[in-house]
């Protein structure tokens, strides 16, 4: 069985930074795609970023393109969220998320079969 557990969330002043991780045990997931999603109170969660298995391809939602960057480093099991110039718009509870054995990209939630416990990012006006 997989376990995911995030770190890294916090408390930051707009226009900061956070870098979120997300460390994978169980098993190897470098033949599945992952990705960063974040729920807001009140809000459905929210596609954030998704990597594919060698890293190389990545997605981004419309609303972090540009300020945040995913990435993975499957010898180490982990993936990270380095997320810049954040605003309060992005406070929010981020979780990792991963395909069972897909590679394929995806912005559903549905697909994703691991989900970690999710770690609080706020950012403050």
């Known amino acids: 069985q997989v376990q995911l557990v995030e770190s890294g969330g916090g408390l930051v002043q707009a226009g900061g930074s956070l870098r979120l991780s997300c460390a994978a045990s169980g098993q190897s997931l470098s033949s599945a795609a992952m990705a960063w999603f974040r729920q807001a109170p009140g809000k459905e969660r929210e596609f954030v970023a998704a990597?594919?298995?060698?890293?190389?391809?990545?997605r981004y939602g419309v609303l972090v393109k540009g300020r945040f960057t995913i990435s993975r480093d499957n010898a180490k099991n982990t993936m990270s969220l380095q997320m810049n110039s954040l605003n309060p718009e992005d406070t929010a509870v981020h979780y990792c998320?991963?395909?069972?054995?897909?590679?394929?990209?995806?912005?559903?939630?549905?697909?994703?079969?691991?989900w970690g416990q999710g770690t609080p990012v706020t950012v403050s006006s």
């Open positions: 998320a991963a395909r069972r054995t897909s590679p394929a990209l995806s912005r559903d939630s549905r697909e994703y079969y691991y």
């Open positions: 990597i594919s298995p060698l890293g190389d391809i990545t």
